[in-house]
Structure formats: structure tokens, C-alpha cells
């Protein structure tokens, strides 16, 4: 049974920092890309950053790019989101998943299980 677990969320103010992480089960993610996803009560869910399989490539959206870090630790089967800089915009629960390609962990055409998401809240 495939289980994506994320922790790390917390409340903080403006400015602070959070680092998520997502522990994978079930099966070996090592040769897939990895994502990180968030969604606010009423909204899509948007990507919101990705890594390739090797960790040589990574994608991030627009609004987060340059503030929030992306990496993962295949021998643990974790991929990590580093926010830094964090605005009250980036409220939201976060969740992770697993795609084959990192395109398609940025097109969100991702596998069909989802954790409990880890919710982040930052004050202003």
C-alpha cells in the first residue's frame, strides 16, 4: 500500500521559514519525480515545485521561485521543500506526489494517492 506522508507545517509570521518534508512508502519513488502541491480551501490545487528522479533537475512555480528549495534523499525515499522568505500568500495545505517525468509533476498529471497534506500558515 503506497503511503506519502508530509510533516513540517506550522504557523509562522512573515518572513520565517518552514522546511516540509514527505516521507514515501510502499514502494521505491527513486526513479520517479517528485512534486510538492498546495491548496487553499475553494482553489485548485497548483504545483508548486519539482524534482527530477536524480535531483539534477528542478522546476518551480513563479510565485515561489527563488524562496522555496526542492531536493530529496532517494535512499530515504523524502523529498524536502525548503520555503524561506515565507508571505501570507503562501498559506495553504502542501502535499507531495510522484509522476514519471518532471513535466508531468508540473502538469500535476501525477499517480492518484494523496497524503493528509501538511497545513502552513503564515501570519502577516
Known amino acids: 500500500q503506497v503511503q506519502l506522508v508530509e510533516s513540517g507545517g506550522g504557523l509562522v509570521q512573515a518572513g520565517g521559514s518552514l522546511r516540509l518534508s514527505c516521507a514515501a512508502s510502499g514502494r521505491t519513488f527513486s526513479s520517479y519525480a517528485m512534486g510538492w502541491f498546495r491548496q487553499v480551501p475553494g482553489k485548485e490545487r497548483e504545483f508548486v515545485a519539482g524534482i527530477s528522479w536524480s535531483a539534477g533537475s528542478t522546476l518551480y512555480a513563479d510565485s515561489v521561485k527563488g524562496r522555496f528549495t526542492i531536493s530529496r534523499d532517494n535512499a530515504k525515499n523524502t523529498v524536502y521543500l525548503q520555503m524561506n522568505s515565507l508571505k501570507p500568500e503562501d498559506t495553504a495545505v502542501y502535499y507531495c506526489?510522484?509522476?514519471?517525468?518532471?513535466?508531468?509533476?508540473?502538469?500535476?498529471?501525477?499517480?492518484?494517492?494523496w497524503g493528509q497534506g501538511t497545513q502552513v500558515t503564515i501570519s502577516s
Open positions: 506526489n510522484a509522476a514519471l517525468t518532471l513535466h508531468s509533476v508540473q502538469s500535476m498529471l501525477v499517480f492518484g494517492y
